[in-house]
Structures are given as C-alpha cells and as structure tokens.
T-cell receptor, first 112, second 114 residues
Framework: GESVGLHLPTLSVQEGDNSIINCAYSNSASDYFIWYKQESGKGPQFIIDIRSNMDKRQGQRVTVLLNKTVKHLSLQIAATQPGDSAVYFCAGNTGGGNKLTFGTGTQLKVEL | DTGVSQNPRHKITKRGQNVTFRCDPISEHNRLYWYRQTLGQGPEFLTYFQNEAQLEKSRLLSDRFSAERPKGSFSTLEIQRTEQGDSAMYLC????????????FGQGTRLTVV
C-alpha cells in the first residue's frame, strides 16, 4: 500500500553537529518528495524538495538524498542549531493532483 | 502576509454543533488542499480543489464534512454535528497547478470538540 514512514521517532544531536533524518517510502510510483519542518502549534514549513530524476539536492544547510533503488530518502542538516528543533516530516506525492502522503515524523532535539 | 491564511486559529465547540473553517491560499495558486493532523501524526489528506472544482475526496471525509471553493479563491471546510473524534488540527495548503510543485501550508485551525 501507499505509505511513507520514518525510521526513528526522536533524534537528539548536539548543537553544531550534523543531523540526518531518514525516511522510507513504499509507493514506487511516487516521483516527488518534500521535507517539511513543523514547530509546535504551527503548520508544516517547506524545507526542500526533490524529484525522482535526481538523487541529491542541496539547499541552505540542508541536503536531501534520494535512493530510488531502496525507496529511501534522507534529510541532512549541517551545523544543527537550536532553532532547528522541531518535528520533521517527509512526504511523497501519491496519485494525481500533487496530494501528499506524510510519514509520522521525527522529533529533532538540539542539545546545547 | 502573502502566505496561506487560515481562520480561526483555534475553535472550541460542543459536540453536535456545526463549525466552519476558512482558508485563503496564496493568490496565484490554483490548487488548494485540506489535511487533518492529529497529535503525533503526520497530516492526512482530506480533499483538494483545482480552481473551483473539487477533484478528489479521501475516505476520511465523512458525509458530515463538506468543502467548497466557490470562486476558485478561498475555501471553506464545514463539519456538521461535530464529534469528539473530529478534534484535530485542520491544515490548508496551496500550490501551483503544475505537476510536482511544492505545497505551502497555513498555520492550521485547531479544533477541540468537548
């Protein structure tokens, strides 16, 4: 069935370290993926996206890697800061209309 | 503010009452989506519009739920005869009408049914 899930529910990192958040998906037809950051009480905030014709995309302090062979993507955050503390969701498109299927999220905690 | 706007931010209602939420998308976006999010979970798709046409509804959208986008701009989501299980964050998102473009979310409406 269609599902997008994350390996770890909570990730704790020291300030300044790099963070890696992983995500697995099951729908091989998904060809577009987005990472969102969600702070408590707020809506998801777009971080970065990647299309299936790419295996890597970089943004400011963030990198998304896509491995279509094993249906896995990851979000790397460089030099993690306290402001990065939030829940991170991966989402993949399913069906038409760009509707998204979300995973359950990973709580990133940045320790000072 | 040119982002997606949702009103109200919070709504507390008694079981059995009707509630209506509003979403104003980013102005040039012709696709509008409604999602529901419960605590500790990712958002779940409810329905989406292309301009004024409602093109898809999830099985999560029971008969008590209705969404409209009459002029292809703002949208409303109404829940009739609310139940405690309807308590959740209702999120609206919008995107351009082209394939595989990012969807931007509003801050959501937190519904509590007591």
């Amino acid at each position: 069935g269609e599902s997008v899930g994350l390996h770890l529910p909570t990730l704790s990192v020291q300030e300044g370290d790099n963070s890696i958040i992983n995500c697995a998906y099951s729908n091989s037809a998904s060809d577009y993926f987005i990472w969102y950051k969600q702070e408590s009480g707020k809506g998801p905030q777009f971080i970065i996206d990647i299309r299936s014709n790419m295996d890597k995309r970089q943004g400011q302090r963030v990198t998304v890697l896509l491995n279509k062979t094993v249906k896995h993507l990851s979000l790397q955050i460089a030099a993690t800061q306290p402001g990065d503390s939030a829940v991170y969701f991966c989402a993949g498109n399913t069906g038409g209309g760009n509707k998204l299927t979300f995973g359950t999220g990973t709580q990133l905690k940045v320790e000072l | 503010d040119t982002g997606v706007s949702q009103n109200p931010r919070h709504k507390i209602t008694k079981r059995g009452q009707n509630v209506t939420f509003r979403c104003d998308p980013i102005s040039e976006h012709n696709r509008l989506y409604w999602y529901r999010q419960t605590l500790g979970q990712g958002p779940e798709f409810l329905t989406y519009f292309q301009n004024e046409a409602q093109l898809e509804k999830s099985r999560l959208l029971s008969d008590r739920f209705s969404a409209e986008r009459p002029k292809g701009s703002f949208s409303t989501l109404e829940i009739q005869r609310t139940e405690q299980g309807d308590s959740a964050m209702y999120l609206c998102a919008s995107s351009l009408g082209t394939t595989n473009t990012e969807a931007f979310f509003g801050q959501g409406t937190r519904l509590t049914v007591v």
